[in-house]
């Protein structure tokens, strides 16, 4: 197994803390989320699932907005929890999300077993629809 690395073990155990608090009666899938900012800040997310299920939350973007919404928007890395056998990528939702913001942010997946697997946003989601796309030159 990967020893956590040292500069994510405070992220880790954010998101571990964070997901403890995942509001899942639906799904029973806890996910846990930090969105580490360039100045170090570590912004906590969990999922926040709803009975009309659309209206459910992903805890990367519950991360997400509570961290701009605290100030922040050059990001780093987001680090995501979950108790699943294998380390979870973020959805399609949140990977749009996010890409809004850093196109090559670090991501980062642990799973219930410690084992991490970590990409780059730019693998996660090519050819990404971003701010650029919107203009007309
Ligand atoms: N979920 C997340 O919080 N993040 C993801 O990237 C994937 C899915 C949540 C949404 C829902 O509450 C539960 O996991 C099952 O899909």
Known sequence: MTALPPHLETAVH????????????YSRFRVGAVLECADGTLVP?????????PAGLCAERGALAAAVSAGHRTFVRVVIVTD?????????????????????LEVVSMA??????????????????????????
């Open 45 to 53: 997310g969990c999922n926040v699932e709803n009975a009309s299920y």
């Open 112 to 137: 219930a077993d410690e084992r991490l697997a970590i990409w780059s946003l730019r693998d996660l989601l090519p050819s990404p629809f971003t701010p650029a796309s919107l203009t007309n030159d």
């Open 14 to 25: 954010r998101a571990r803390d964070a997901q403890a608090n995942a509001y899942a009666p």
């Open 84 to 104: 699943a056998d294998t380390a979870t990528p973020p959805c399609g939702m949140c990977r749009q999300a996010l890409v809004e913001f850093n196109p090559a």
